[in-house]
């Protein structure tokens, strides 16, 4: 056993990896250095408590805290990803493992009785900045996503999963649903700074989910015609910037109009991008939430035909495709409220965030708690959060752990 580290203090000792000059903030993608920098940060933290680190087939590290007989049936997973956006905050995942390891230390110091191993687990490409879909490890694992499909997906400079993921020591034949690693789930408890304003405006540090809204990512890529910006005259161009540029307009005009709606261009590239050059194309992504998932269908379907019409009255054409989907998730009613128990004061929150809690909810019984960011930002250089709460966050995952690591199985009472 190690004398009990500070949530604080293990976020310090990685406030130096991958930050963003340029932008600001942190930029971790998968795959970078400062990425592995902060997979080797973990497994030595998680050696030096003696846990047993595995990393599995498609990326994730786990890192297990067993029983002395070795059984691993009904285990108890906690635990996030180092993964950012680009310039992103330092919380967003690193807070959720420096927790988890001060909650492991600090269930050691508390010498509690156990019935049930415990693993930290380390999601990879939790935000899916690089290759496009967000909780990569997490639904590669729960067959959310076919392996073929992940192997195909492409990074920014046109480089397959399967490539990178060969380059850094993963092999991209061996990626795809771990049905027996799995089954050995019991449950999931994933903290994660609150990305949102639900804490502060209840003047709350802590809080308990119950849901996250549905969310998915679609591509428009709409094709006009690459031209001399000089000796090409307004009225002869199809330029698909023009095209696009009013599709991002008439996006957040739609979904300003659907109550609870949320919908967000963050991502454009002209191509082949140069200052005196008509785009002869230009790709962009939409990310769509609403808690209703026949609503974002709905939504996603009109955004769909007003493009079309947008296009044709530009002289353009295009192409609309689903990247993922993550419908709305209800976490698991009986482990929240065991979490209730052990967090009488933590109010309930649904979040707007993707989670690989989410992903993994559909199949394992799944919790999150929420630690309070008080800029209410997140994605952004600005998140933040205060030392105390970092700490009363690590104290709450140990409080919520420690009685779940007796014999009862959340997964049978689920
Ligand atoms: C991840 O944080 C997401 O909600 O996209
Ligand atoms: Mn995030
Ligand atoms: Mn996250």
Redesign the pocket.
């Known amino acids: 056993m190690i004398a009990t580290a500070s949530v604080t203090g293990l976020m310090r000792d990685i406030e130096h990896l991958g930050i963003d000059l340029r932008r600001g903030g942190y930029s971790r993608p998968m795959f970078s250095t400062a990425e592995a920098d902060l997979r080797s940060w973990f497994i030595a933290e998680a050696e030096r408590r003696d846990l047993s680190v595995e990393p599995d087939l498609n990326g994730a590290i786990w890192a297990w805290w067993d029983l002395p007989n070795g059984n691993r049936e009904d285990a108890l997973i906690t635990g996030s990803h180092l993964d950012?956006?680009p310039g992103?905050g330092q919380f967003?995942?690193p807070l959720g493992v420096a927790s988890a390891l001060v909650a492991l230390d600090e269930l050691q110091k508390r010498e509690i009785s156990r019935d049930r191993a415990l693993s930290i687990v380390v999601f990879p490409e939790?935000?899916g900045s690089r290759f496009g879909v967000a909780c990569l490890g997490s639904r590669l694992m729960a067959g959310a996503i076919s392996p073929d499909v992940a192997r195909n997906l492409r990074d920014a400079e046109g480089n397959t999963f399967a490539e990178i993921a060969r380059k850094h020591g993963l092999d991209p034949e061996h990626i795809g649903p771990q049905p027996e690693l799995m089954a050995q789930v019991g449950a999931f408890v994933e903290l994660h700074v609150e990305?949102g304003r639900g804490l502060i405006d209840l003047n709350q540090p802590i809080a308990i989910a119950s849901s996250i809204i549905g969310h998915g990512r679609w591509r428009i890529s709409v094709y006009g015609q690459g031209n001399h910006a000089g000796t090409t005259l307004m009225s002869d161009r199809r330029d698909p910037m023009i095209a696009a540029a009013r599709m991002v307009v008439k996006i957040r005009d739609l979904a300003t109009g659907e109550s609870d709606a949320r919908a967000t261009v963050g991502r454009l590239q002209p191509v082949p991008g140069g200052t005196n050059v008509i785009a002869s194309r230009v790709d962009f992504w939409i990310d769509v939430r609403h808690p209703d998932d026949a609503v974002t269908a709905h939504l996603v379907e009109d955004i769909r035909e007003q493009a079309e019409l947008i296009a044709a009255e530009e002289s353009c054409t295009m192409e609309f495709r689903e990247e993922s989907i993550s419908p709305t998730v209800s976490f698991d009613a009986s482990l929240s409220k065991r979490l209730q128990e052990s967090l009488p004061s933590a109010p309930i929150l649904s979040t707007g965030?993707?989670h690989d809690a989410g992903v993994l909810a559909a199949s394992i019984p799944s919790a999150m708690i929420f630690v309070r960011n008080p800029s209410g930002i997140?994605?952004s250089p600005e998140e933040y959060v205060e030392d105390a709460d970092a700490e009363l966050g690590g104290t709450a995952l140990a409080d919520a752990l420690q009685p779940l690591l007796l014999n009862v199985s959340s997964r049978a009472e689920a």
Request: charged share 25%.
């Open positions: 950012s956006v992103g967003d995942g939790e935000e990305q965030a993707g997140s994605h």
